[in-house]
T-cell receptor, first 113, second 115 residues
């Protein structure tokens, strides 16, 4: 069983603030995905990172995969109410059963106007 | 494309009843999976399939059965519902896993309550 920690569990901020959420593990992963889930809906893929140290940007969202491929972070600049949702990280272990995903428990982000 | 569709959206069962949650995708994806999502627990894998005729167990398979007779459909059967199966169930699909990582497309979920 993979030990996967996401922090913080809850985050409540005002519109315009910056924030960072983290995804940490003691295991090495071949890739990692970030999903966002809005209330009443299924998760939607935001990004996949594959290479250690990789940084990807998606508008105001910046994703980084740790050099050792054990952790990742998601930074949001100038958060907006539309960023509200549950952010899930999902590393994949190529060596495990068919590259299955392991989901963290998520960070619940609320951005107030 | 409709993507991944799930029916029903909501369901209430009594303990001991059986039912089937339906999942279909029109993207010709090989890989399909079922998750349950409980408060504070994240998404946990129930069963998955790498293609028609092939299924396997995930983390929490007890009390559930699956089959994959076609590429498009992947129903989840609850054999004898228990209150512990009250949850939100998500079906997901993805392209071939041959690239080594597994980007999944999720359905809208089925909210199940077992009394």
């Amino acid at each position: 069983t993979q030990l996967l920690e996401q922090s913080p569990q809850f985050l409540s901020i005002q519109e315009g603030e910056n924030l960072t959420v983290y995804c940490n593990s003691s295991s090495v992963f071949s890739s990692l995905q970030w999903y966002r889930q809005e209330p009443g809906e299924g998760p939607v893929l935001l990004v996949t990172v594959v290479t250690g140290g990789e940084v990807k940007k998606l508008k105001r969202l910046t994703f980084q995969f740790g050099d050792a491929r054990k952790d990742s972070s998601l930074h949001i600049t100038a958060a907006q109410p539309g960023d509200t949702g549950l952010y899930l990280c999902a590393p994949s272990d190529r060596g495990s059963t068919l590259g299955r995903l392991y989901f963290g428990r998520g960070t619940q982000l609320t951005v107030w106007p | 494309n409709a993507g991944v569709t799930q029916t029903p959206k909501f369901q209430v069962l009594k303990t001991g009843q059986s039912m089937t949650l339906q999942c279909a995708q029109d993207m010709n994806h090989e890989y399909m999976s079922w998750y349950r999502q409980d408060p504070g627990m994240g998404l946990r894998l129930i069963h998955y399939s790498v293609g028609a005729g092939i299924t396997d167990q995930g983390e929490v398979p007890n009390g559930y059965n699956v089959s994959r007779s076609t590429t498009e459909d992947f129903p989840l059967r609850l054999l004898s519902a228990a209150p512990s199966q009250t949850s939100v169930y998500f079906c997901a699909s993805s392209y071939s896993i041959q690239r080594g990582y597994n980007e999944q497309f999720f359905g809208p979920g089925t909210r199940l309550t077992v009394l």
